[in-house]
Structures are given as C-alpha cells and as structure tokens.
C-alpha cells in the first residue's frame, strides 16, 4: 500500500519514465497493429470495415499496463496519449490528430475501471470491466467521427468492439503484467510494494 | 564547528520481501570520521550504505525501520534528493554510476541540480577531474570507457559537490593500481579540503591501504556477519586474535598484517613431495564438490588449444573503432591456467570477447575449440527467472544433480529460487561462473572473476577455475589481484602501451620490478617478499594455497 503522503505526492522520476518508456513502446507497437489491422480488413473482404472491431482491444493495452505498475491515477490515460502523440507525429498513422483526443478517451474509460476499484483492485474482473470501458466509450465518438450512426450494424460494431476491448484490451494486459511481474525487472516499483505482504519476517541465512 | 554527530543511526533495520536483511544498527558518525564497513559477500553493505542515503527504502523495495537521520535531517522524510547537497554516493557498477554521454556533462550534472554558478563550474568541473587523476579523460564520450575509467568519472561525480558524507562502495573493484592511489588520494583530498565524512565498503584492503597496512585504513571498523548482523563496532587495532580469526573465517579479506598474526604465510620448508591435490583440499563453508586431480600441466598447444595469431582488437570490439591492442599472439593450452594483466584501458576485456568470437578482430585469426565466456558485468549473462534456472540453463534434461552441487559448491543453494537480478554484487559474480562452468566448455575465458567477492568466494571462484584445467580444459583471465594470478595461473601475460609486453610465470613476475613497473602493477609488498623467498612457481603456489586451506579450515571449525 502506498503512505497517503506518497498518494498525494509528486510522481517519482522513475515512475515518470517508466510511464514514458511505456507510452513510447506502445506507441510503436500500436502502429504495428495499425498495420495488421489494414491487413486484416483486406482479408475479411466484403467484412473489412469490421476488422477495427476485432482489433480494437490491442490498442488499449498500455493504459491497465501503467495503471498496475505505477498504481497512481491518471498515468493511464497519459501514457495512451503519449502512445497516439508517438504515432501520429512520428509513424504517420493514418487516423491522424484526432486520433490524440481518441486516445484521451480510451485512457479515461480503462482508467475508470481502476478507479472505481480505488487503485486497489487488480484481479481479472477490474481488468476485463477497464477494457469493456475503453473500447465501450470511444465507440461512440468514433461512430461520430466515422458516421456510423443510423446503419443497422451499429450494434453489431458495438458489441464486437466491446468484446475486443474485455479480451484483448482488458484480459491480456493482466497477462502481459503478471509475466512482466514474474521476470522481476518490476521489483522495485508500487506494483511490488503492494505484493508484499504487511509483515514480513525476518530469516536467518 | 557543532558537536552533533553527522549520521544517526537508532535500532535501524532493513528486511526485503524475501526475509532476509540488516540490522538492527545502532551507531552514529561524527563529522569527519571514516568508517570502513566489512563482511562477507551478501551480508548487507550495500544495502545498509544505500540505507544511508535514502535509496531504501526509496528506490528499492524493503521494509526499513528504526530511526536514521544525516545531517539533522530525518532520512525518511526527505528521500534520496532531499540529501543530494551533503551526500555523495559511489556505487559498486561504475557503468550505472554515470548517466550522461559526456565526461564534461556528467560532473557538470551535480552541480546544475545544486544550482551552482555556472561561470564556477568548469572550475569545480577540472579540479575534481584532476583530484582522481582523470584529466585525461576530459572530453571523452563516456560509453568509450574502459570499466575503471567510468568508476573514476563516477567517483568524481560525488566529490565534485564536496558533500560533507561521502559513500562508497568498493570503489576500487575495478580499479588498476594507478586507479585504486587516484581514489585514495581524491578521497583524502576531499577530507582535506571539506572534511567529509566517509564511510566506506570495501574487500581489497591492502590495495587500499596502498602499502600502508592498517594505518592505511579507516581506523573504525564495523563488521557485518553472513546474516546481516553488526558483530563488531570500534577502532581496528583493539580486534584480539580471536576477533580476528571470527572475521577470517567469515570469509572476509584482511590487510596482510592482521591475516599473518592468525594464519602465517610462509615458504613451504623442505621439498615438498605430496601432489598437489591429492590433499584434503581446500573446503570451507564453500564445499567443492569433487577432489582435484593432478593436473596435467601445459605442453605444445594440441588441437584443443585456443590460438590467436596477430591479432588486433579494437577498444570494445567496435567495427572501425580504434584498434587498441595490436599484433597479439597468445595460446591457451588445455590444461593450464593463464593470467591476463594489465592496467585499465589496455584492452583486457576487448581482447576477451574477441577471443569468445563475440567481435571480430580488426585483423589476425582466432582458432580453436567452443569457447565459454564469464563476463566482466555479470548481469550481462543472465537468462533466466531464478539462479537455479540460470544454472541450469542450456543443459540437457537429467542434469540436476549437476546443477544442485554447483549451487552447493558456490554457497548459492538457500539463494535457489531469488531472481539472479536481485543478488549482492558478489553473488551475481558467484552465479555467473556457475552458470558458465556447468557447459564444460573446452577453454572458459573469464573477464576479472574475483572482482567484488569476500575471501571464501575467491578462493572458491580461482579452485573452480583451477579444476577446470585439472579436468583438461583451458583457462584465461583477466585480473588486477595478484595474489589470485599467483595462487592460481600457470603464465601471466601482461599488456601495456597497445602490446603485450611479457609471457611469463606469477613468480618471475613478482620478482620483476622492472616489468611490474612497465606493467602499472603494483602486487602489495609481502606477496613480492613472499615470491622472492620461494624457489619457484610451484613452491608459491603451495604457500598461498596452505594459507587458504587454514582458513578454510577455520570457516569450517566456525560453521561446524
């Protein structure tokens, strides 16, 4: 658990890049997908403009990823707007600079998931609710933006991007951070200050 | 000038999540005292330096309580930055001890985050260069250091602040003669100038001492045992014989003087006519695992011989970097043990990893059988989530036992299941070796193995090695401790200047002032008394390896 005074406090310099380093790494990777998802829509066919849908959960992930390891609020949301600042100036994304204000809102809505587990609760649940959040909210703002209102597969569009945000938004950041938590290199951040136990006994060697 | 004492230390205790730690300490420092902190490998003293300025529990994870303050501020309340104007720290791996790519910017750094004048900072900036003896090194880019030239840019990071508690550990490592008399002397000048207090961590005391023997040190002592507990606190020279033989068979390194008033080393009298190895051997807390054989010494280089042939390094093996050792021919023979020595710089480690085939040479030919390489940064080579994971890493299945008694044998076994990234120092090294000897590699190549380590992982470290070409494989390292090169090696090679300027044996070596001398070695004055007084190699070679059987002994008698 961390102090109340180290609640309130200013984000330590390791947790700001770590932050950085995540929002930079995801930014890159989210380009990645951007490409597997063009190569997607080209092989559903007739289906194609539903391969955002299927994919939509990959470009949640660096939001929960934070969110676990740092365990402070906001750090979500700024390391998805620093993950579409990354792939908009410097990949070229297609989407464009909107697609920053996209990423506020997806940040927000895994953040809120978090939050309303008051940045204490981490198990399947928590994550599966901030990946139906993320994908959920945006979809509307981008129905907006893509003029998807009025067709008749709007909900059909709704309910493949929410099930893509719980399970590939959501479920997999859980695997991504237990993994990350295994190897170690995690030891020394709030996530593992949280996974020791209150009393820790002394041993001999 | 206050009477109040610099740090204050009351019942403080540190445990890291996995159980183990150290204290509880209660002591304090007064302004301008030094300290020397000592204990086995892995017996907390870094953690207890870092402690001190606040890196835990701030940056590392453990539970610290009790009460600390430095300078009348409370440790817990003002984290690590909180300290930055009156500590300065000096870390045990130089490479994370310097964060920028400039030698200029990197002890400028200090000073901006003080908001020094900067019309005064190139000033400070020089004279703190010059205090270590690195003006030479003025402008440099610091990714292109050698290992002891970075610890000597860290070092004067730290004391370019002048900060009133300065914190170093093992500073020397690294470090070449000329390197060790640029921290003796950048320590007590900024004694001198600032009256700092220091508080210091540190093996190699004799080279330390610089000759100098106890007087040499700090005169307060205070010793930290196996499990994290101070046993002794006060002046060096009231330890009785009994505390002395305590912290022998502790397995820490002490200066020559104290070690010769429990263990004597001394010439072996009459001939000796036992084999070496057909003795009990060396066993202390540290078990080896199996009895030695009698090696079967060098010979002509066979077809498992490791071979270079004109070669030319370059300085980190870079493609197109500057070449920095030229002309090299050099065999490892199965079978023997060979010495690479050398001031900093001189290109040991360039040379080692070309050898590896890690690099390509800029010019010449390496020949000869798998090599297996134990990096001078040990972090480098882990692979794994566990040390017996590591250890057991790119071995056939069934091979369990093998890895269990080499855990055994390097006093790793309760460390089983700790992530290798989360050891001591010491410990790391320990794994590293154990990692690469369970391959059995026809020639192991091992870049400074002692560094870092107390007396029973030394002796434990150089035992392993010997076996290694006692078991018929060759062996080649590099290493500043002479004493190790003289209990272990069969040859030594020494480079300087771009060349290698002599292939000889440790014994004519140390009675060869001339080439110490070209070499920028510098052995301490009873290890050459001791080599004069021997008739040859194999007559030294049993004298250190007697002393290192008693204490040993003496280890075992304690643990028993």
């Known amino acids: 658990m961390l102090r109340r005074d180290e609640e309130r406090a200013a984000l330590p310099l390791r947790d700001i890049v770590l932050m950085v380093v995540l929002g930079v790494t995801f930014g890159f990777l989210y380009w990645v997908l951007v490409q597997a998802w063009n190569a997607l829509a080209v092989a559903m066919g007739p289906a194609g403009d539903l391969a955002q849908h299927v994919l939509f959960g990959g470009w949640l992930l660096v939001a929960p990823l934070a969110i676990a390891i740092i365990r402070r609020p906001g750090v979500g949301i700024i390391a998805e707007i620093l993950a579409s600042v990354v792939e908009v100036v410097f990949l070229g994304s297609p989407v464009g600079p909107t697609l920053v204000i996209a990423a506020a809102v997806q940040g927000f809505g895994s953040e809120l998931a978090f939050a309303l587990g008051r940045y204490r609760r981490f198990g399947w649940g928590t994550y599966a609710l901030s990946g139906l959040l993320g994908a959920g909210l945006v979809f509307f703002y981008s129905a907006f933006r893509s003029g998807w209102y009025g067709q008749n597969i709007f909900w059909l569009r709704f309910a493949m991007q929410c099930a893509s945000g719980v399970v590939l938004g959501g479920l997999l950041g859980k695997v991504l951070v237990d993994a990350l938590r295994a190897t170690g290199v995690l030891a020394n951040f709030n996530i593992s200050r949280d996974d020791t136990p209150a009393e820790v006994v002394r041993r001999e060697r | ?560």
């Open chain 2, 1 to 560: 000038m206050s009477a109040e004492p610099l740090v204050v230390l009351e019942e403080v205790e540190v445990v890291f999540p996995s159980g183990l730690g150290v204290g509880p300490a209660t002591f304090t420092v007064a302004a301008g005292e030094e300290v020397l902190v000592l204990g086995p490998s892995g017996s907390g003293k870094s953690t207890l330096l870092r402690t001190l300025h606040g890196a835990v529990p701030g940056a590392i994870n453990a539970r610290v309580t009790g009460r600390l303050s430095v300078a009348g501020r409370p440790v817990a309340e003002t984290g690590v930055a909180g300290l930055a104007d009156v500590v300065g720290v000096v870390g045990q791996d130089p490479s994370s001890g310097v964060c920028l790519s400039d030698v200029d910017d990197e002890l400028a750094f200090p000073l901006e985050n003080l908001c020094e004048d900067p019309a005064r900072i190139p000033g400070l900036v020089g004279d703190a260069l010059a205090a270590v003896g690195a003006s030479h090194l003025a402008g440099r880019r610091t990714a292109e250091l050698s290992g002891g030239e970075q610890q000597r840019i860290a070092i004067a990071a730290a004391t370019v602040t002048r900060p009133r508690l300065l914190l170093l550990d093992e500073p020397t490592s690294m470090l070449d003669a000329a390197g060790i008399d640029g921290v003796r002397s950048a320590v007590a000048g900024v004694r001198a100038r600032t009256g700092a207090a220091v508080v210091l961590v540190e093996h190699r005391l004799d080279e330390y001492a610089g000759g100098e023997g106890l007087a040499g040190l700090p005169a307060r002592w205070i010793v930290v045992d196996r499990a994290g507990r101070i046993r002794f606190d006060g002046p060096a020279t009231e330890l009785d014989v009994d505390a002395v033989a305590e912290l022998l068979a502790a397995g820490c390194w002490l200066p020559a003087e104290l070690e010769a008033r429990v263990v004597p080393t001394r010439p072996p009298s009459g001939r000796p006519d036992t084999p070496r190895g057909t003795g009990p051997g060396v066993t202390g807390p540290l078990r080896s695992g199996t009895v030695r054989r009698v090696g079967s010494g060098g010979g002509a280089p066979g077809p498992e011989a490791l071979v270079a042939r004109g070669l030319t390094v370059a300085a980190g093996g870079r493609r197109g970097g500057t070449p920095v050792l030229h002309d090299v021919d050099l065999e490892v023979a199965p079978g023997e043990v060979v010495a690479l020595l050398g001031a900093n710089g001189q290109g040991k480690s360039s040379l080692l990893t070309c050898l590896a085939g890690l690099h390509a040479p800029l010019a010449g030919s390496v020949e000869g059988p798998a090599v297996g390489l134990v990096f001078q940064n040990p972090a480098d080579q882990f692979q794994a989530h566990t040390v017996r994971a590591e250890v057991a890493f790119g071995l056939p299945p069934g091979t369990e036992s093998q890895v269990e008694e080499l855990l055994d044998r390097f006093d790793l076994a309760d460390l089983a299941e700790h992530n290798p990234h989360q050891l001591s120092g010491g410990q790391m090294r320990r794994l590293s070796l154990a990692a690469m000897l369970a391959h059995r590699r026809p020639v192991l190549l091992a870049d400074e193995p002692g560094f870092g380590l107390d007396r029973h992982a030394t002796v434990a470290v150089m035992q392993a090695l010997r076996q290694v070409a006692d078991d018929g494989g060759g062996v080649l390292f590099s290493s500043h401790d002479l004493r190790s090169v003289a209990t272990t090696a069969d040859r030594a090679i020494v480079v300087t200047g771009g060349a290698v300027i002599a292939r000889t044996t440790p014994r004519r070596l140390l009675t060869d002032p001339d080439l110490l001398g070209r070499g920028a070695l510098r052995p301490a004055p009873w290890l050459v008394e001791l080599a004069a007084a021997c008739g040859d190699d194999v007559a030294l070679r049993r004298a250190l390896e007697a002393a290192d059987r008693r204490v040993g002994e003496l280890g075992r008698a304690v643990a028993a």
